[in-house]
């Protein structure tokens, strides 16, 4: 059977089944022993490495094996935050294994196994997941992991900004739990090898008391009720990169429909929003959730832009979910079906603009994914260029408007400066010039160029990379391919160089008006950049 064929039986089967997940729970770690001695040498077989080798992340993910689907199981009740899970993982060994380790964290492990037989288990580092099954695994077989877990999934806490401490990962809320991973928060809530370089389908079970929804990635299947409890069954074939994976969970206001190209779309906005307006003291302000209404209306609009610039949308299904949670204080751009905190919706320009920015991301960052995290910039700063694009459409701005306000608003002596967006380092993963300085880097490039070999590269980056993974070196050769250019020193000054590039004596400019493109953006980057953090 044929990992395609194998998949839809799984679809299939979750579907016609819908069942509550359960799972018999033995003592903590009864199914545990040591892992076997390393024997791999005399065994001619390998333990698959503890981690992908990540220059900032290096035992995130892990070696020995290729994921090909998750079918993730869970019931999850918001009164206790407790969560059952189920976790089947169907690979392909990369290596010859006699055991492999997956990411997995907090949780307490009940049992593990491995093509339908028990396999021995032990945790490391709060962190590894080592499984050794009951025979080796020859390279190239396809084999399948179940693995039983139950607990409360942690929130994981961003402290590279130490006055600014971030949630992210499983963030519980007071009627269920909004999941944004980025980067490494999925391992909270299930096992998995966690690094965009393994990008799988992913089939997702979810069962919630009755009254509260569901929602993940991709296309709803299917949903019952059993009593008190219903259960979701959402399907999302494309490959992605686990950290995209989302099962929020509380009550929100679900809407299907299709664009006017066709495409089906699932928004889900917390009705909370809608009794919350922007301005308590004005009788006549607009809610939160109405203004993230008219945003996710323009999706439709935004994706036929986007496709325009970049090339077809990658995905088959869209849309969003907007949540009323405090703790939530960036948006996300999960696959098929971005993330945002309904704080974020304070005005229709800005909302458009951050939902421009999340479906940006499904070209960038989604289906052209990082190969390591040290190139961050090639996520946000082309979605940031696509809002500068966006604003020149709605006519706030033109790009060169919008770089050229920024440049000259953000003074020579500025912190922002000092980041080194093209390696910027775990503290400034998601700093604000990381965004801007990466869609000014894009702006100077258009302008070396010309527009026709600049967005030629843009759709080519997108066509050649997608599903796949891309560095920034990769980036720079395709430009210099199309361009017919030696790039090195304009890459070098705006990405690796520390310090505000000094511009050409034709493009310097004198004063000039800030457009309202650039101004949403300076007002989102107050000192710690926090407002664009991981949107």
Known sequence: MNIRRARAVMVVAAFAALTLVTTTVTPAGASTG???????????????????????????????????????????????????????ISARATETLCRFNLDFQGMTVRSVVVDGRKARWARSQDHELTVTPRHQLKQGRRFTTVVRYDGVPRTQIDLSVPEEPLPYGWIHTDDGAVVVSEPEGSANWFPLNDHPTDKAAFTFVVTVPAGLEAISNGRLVGRRTHGHRTTWVWDAPEPMA????????????LRSYRTAQGLRMYDAVDPDLYNEPVDPQDPASPTFGEIADGSLARQGEILDFLSGQFGP??????????????DLFFALENQTRPIYPGSFFTDPVDGDSV???ELAHQWFGDSVALAEWKHMWLNEGFATYAEWLWGEREGLGTTQEVFDSLYQEIPADDPFWDVVVGDPGIPFLFHGAVYVRGAMTLQVLRNEVGDRDFFRILRTWAARRAGANGTTGQFIALAERISGKQLDQLFETWLFTTGKPVLPAAAATGKVRTPPAAASLLERMPKTALGLRRS
Do not use: E, M, W
Request: proline share 7%; aromatic share 12%.
């Open 313 to 326: 949308y990658p995905f088959s299904t869209g849309g969003g979910i907007v949540d009323d949670a405090p």
């Open 34 to 88: 040591q892992a076997a001695g390393d024997t791999a040498r005399s065994r001619g077989c390998h333990a698959g490495a503890p981690g992908v080798g990540d220059d900032y992340y290096p035992l995130y993910g892990n070696g020995g094996y290729d994921v090909a689907h998750y079918l993730l199981k869970i019931s999850y009740n918001p009164a206790t935050d407790r969560l059952v899970g189920v976790a089947t």
């Open 355 to 357: 939902v421009v920015h």
């Open 242 to 253: 686990p950290y995209l994976a989302t099962a929020t969970i509380g009550q929100f206001d």
